[in-house]
T-cell receptor, first 114, second 111 residues
């Protein structure tokens, strides 16, 4: 079974600085998808970024980008120019190519300090 | 707004009571899911439905039942609630490979 590991339960960053959240996963599959979700205090789960494993180019969405290292099974999230509104739980998730069953990491609580 | 609608948002049950969590999506997605979220454990899959008329167990199905009433609706039932089922429950829907759209969650407390 696929597992997703987020080794940083909590992190903090100063406003306007850059922070990187780590995620590793375990799979024997070659084709799959990876995601980062944000969960602010409102509890709503919000998709931040999506990566297809067969694409070598790292996905970016405005201030959010990933460093996808397929051989190392690593999928880190970089947040540039951190804003107070980025304060949230962040979940890394894995989905097989032909299966919609998504597996989540335990999450990283990020606090952006003014 | 298009999306996934869950009801209720909050619920308190006594041990042994039953209840059904309702979920509906208006995005014409084939797949729907129920997850529970507990501190330090991320989200764990309870049941999912890959298409109308089918349901399958996920990682933590014990104590729950589901019904895929039609393409839009997927309900989760607790027949005899236990304190261990105190959690936040999320419904989600998806199309293949595009990630999930989540409902706003139900905070359930069993006393």
């Amino acid at each position: 079974a696929q597992t997703v590991t987020q080794s940083q339960p909590e992190m903090s960053v100063q406003e306007a600085e850059t922070v990187t959240l780590s995620c590793t996963y375990d799979t024997s599959e070659n084709n799959y998808y990876l995601f980062w979700y944000k969960q602010p205090p409102s509890r709503q789960m919000i998709l931040v970024i999506r990566q297809e494993a067969y694409k070598q180019q790292n996905a970016t969405e405005n201030r959010f980008s990933v460093n996808f290292q397929k051989a190392a099974k690593s999928f880190s999230l970089k947040i540039s120019d951190s804003q107070l509104g980025d304060t949230a739980m962040y979940f890394c998730a894995f989905m097989q190519y032909n299966n919609n069953d998504m597996r989540f990491g335990a999450g990283t609580r990020l606090t952006v300090k003014p | 707004n298009a999306g996934v609608t869950q009801t209720p948002k909050f619920q308190v049950l006594k041990t042994g009571q039953s209840m059904t969590l309702q979920c509906a999506q208006d995005m014409n997605h084939n797949s729907m899911y129920w997850y529970r979220q507990d501190p330090g454990m991320g989200l764990r899959l309870i049941y999912y439905s890959a298409s109308e008329g089918t349901t399958d167990k996920g990682e933590v199905p014990n104590g729950y039942n589901v019904s895929r009433l039609n393409k839009r609706e997927f309900s989760l039932r607790l027949e005899s609630a236990a304190p261990s089922q105190t959690s936040v429950y999320f419904c989600a829907s998806s199309e293949q490979g595009y990630g999930y759209t989540f409902g706003s969650g139900t905070r359930l407390t069993v006393v």
